[in-house]
T-cell receptor, first 116, second 104 residues
């Protein structure tokens, strides 16, 4: 079946512009996660959605970052007024059940964001 | 101090060698994940374990909850095993990864 998909695969934007990154999780997966990975760095948690619960936004680095998940499916991560330090690969993952449970995470291919 | 510590950071092995990557964590968990990331590629979940031992082909993962420690073993390593291996707990804590290179 289809895995987690993300679009675009690559995005180059000018400093100060807003960008939207999209994630389509696996159908039926209730949990959705956003992470980012800067060049040569480890994975960094950004935000987590589980069903109809309020999202866990504890990893968002600034108020320029926001995310929503519509209808419990597709999610969009928005970065406003992009800065060069936002350049990274943004990864989305989904799982059948909530974080902390024994549910495997499935990762998308990522969106490589470059801010010039 | 990081909540998840991995060792070694880098590892080079000859094809056929037995490989061990270690992960220690300091937070309470219900499960620990081992992830694999190939150069330029995406991330694949290898194991999710809450106790004991799991085996998939040449890969074996063990966890000791009391000691807050997990190991990932690769038996009869192969060049295609070359990747970064990442230990993760909860949804927020990741090790910095172990970069493995297997030489033919």
């Amino acid at each position: 079946g289809a895995g987690v998909s993300q679009s675009p695969s690559n995005k180059v934007t000018e400093k100060g512009k807003d960008v939207e990154l999209r994630c389509d999780p696996i159908s039926g997966h209730t949990a959705l996660y956003w992470y980012r990975q800067s060049l040569g760095q480890g994975l960094e948690f950004l935000i987590y959605f589980q069903g109809n619960s309020a999202p866990d936004k504890s990893g968002l680095p600034s108020d320029r970052f926001s995310a929503e998940r519509t209808g419990g499916s597709v999610s969009t991560l928005t970065i406003q007024r992009t800065q060069q330090e936002d350049s990274a690969v943004y990864l989305c993952a989904s799982s059948l059940g909530p974080a902390g449970g024994l549910y495997e995470q499935y990762f998308g291919p990522g969106t490589r964001l470059t801010v010039t | 101090k990081n909540e998840v510590e991995q060792s070694p950071q880098n590892l080079t092995a000859q094809e056929g060698e037995f490989i061990t990557i270690n992960c220690s964590y300091s937070v309470g968990i219900s499960a620990l994940h081992w992830l694999q990331q190939h150069p330029g590629g995406g991330i694949v979940s290898l194991f999710m374990l809450s106790s004991g031992k799991k085996k998939h082909g040449r890969l074996i993962a063990t966890i000791n909850i009391q000691e807050k420690h997990s190991s990932l073993h690769i038996t009869a390593s192969h060049p295609r095993d070359s990747a970064v291996y990442i230990c993760a707990v909860r949804k927020t804590y990741f090790g910095t990864g172990t970069s493995l290179t297997v030489i033919p």
